[in-house]
């Protein structure tokens, strides 16, 4: 449909697709679907194939399940519909374009929240466009998107956000593995038009290790405070990660750098990631800060390749506010025509009371017998916690609230403006 459905929406919208909306009867409805879910269940045991070689779209789908994110299943699903017919380059453009979007966004750690109501919207948006030009609108529509919650980020901003980050900290490890298999794969020759190497790195779960070890102090000393804390800063960048085996993790683990049982001989002699290929090369005198500064950029490279985004595209934001000089409120939304009174907001789900929130003829919210002003007190009543609202409630549609604040915020063009919680 093309619509942003919460699952508690599913089921009635369902309903009433079948009923009111449908071309087809449910007799003829039942084999699309069946034929649908066969797909999905070859895309998901694919993926969880540690050894084999994956196309495009099962690819997708094992680094975003990794990663924690199901966001873009609907665009395999569409891509894929019965009758669509897309040539496998077109899918594959179409995936790659909104797998950097997603993976870049999450790089950068800028939030996902709001990504399924765009993903809905490529969908209803594009579902006319002729197979040959659909790749490059979709990127089209991607690079013009220029809300914080949704852009894409550019190779710069990317730069800037990892090469000085303690990543091991900030990410989660299936994500952070994700990242050193991509860079990997790269090295391997997998991100042209066609695979240079045999085969990608095995997706068995590799241990991430420090190549400077996190208790560095009784094999790698050095001489002043000022060190110790420039030692600690660079220990968790990216350019200090790297994937091991897990017999060899055990056996590097702690030990010194140099020597014939040093880090750099058994990795040298036993490793075969090519993430590890110019440690060799690179570190004859020691591993220091200063090559893991320059491993991290080389590093980063591989990720700004593995998920590029079109030529001259530099990732705008219009949205950003530069200081509070004002607020939004339900009532400039009413007094906007965004927001009419009766309408019904639902929460998103979670274990509270179903207890709908009615926008009343002075734009506040009743629910449960109580008088809200803001949308974040409503969802604070409903789950005795502190709730940002505009995600919190459900336009009848669907759709956050904060779709009206954004068109809201878009229409009066103002750079200047806070967000009222």
Known sequence: MGEEISPRQTFARFKHFTEHEAAQSMTSLLPIIKQQADQYQRWTERAGEPNSPLNTVELNVYRLHASELEVLKPVLIWLHEPGSNHHQTVIDGVVNACESWVMRRVLTRLGTSDLGRVVADLIKSHRQIASENLTGAVRSYLTRLNATSTYWPGDEQVIEEIKTQPVYRRFKRGRLRVFLEAIEDHLRGFTGAKPLGNERVARVGYPIEHLMPQKWEANWPVENPFEQENRRDHIHRLGNLTLLTQALNGKVSNGPWLGDNGKRALIDTHDVFLLNRRLRDISGQGWTEQQIDDR???????????????????????????GPTASVTLKQLASAGLLIPGTEL??????????PAIVNNDASLSLDGQRFTTPSGAGHYLRKGATNGWHFWLLPDGQRLSVLRDEFLLGRQRPNVSLDA
């Open 296 to 322: 991290t950029l080389a590093l980063i490279e591989c990720l700004l390749l593995t998920w590029p985004v079109p030529e001259g595209h530099v990732g705008k934001v219009k949205d950003q506010p530069a």
């Open 346 to 355: 639902r929460s998103r789900a979670g274990n509270w009371k179903d207890i």
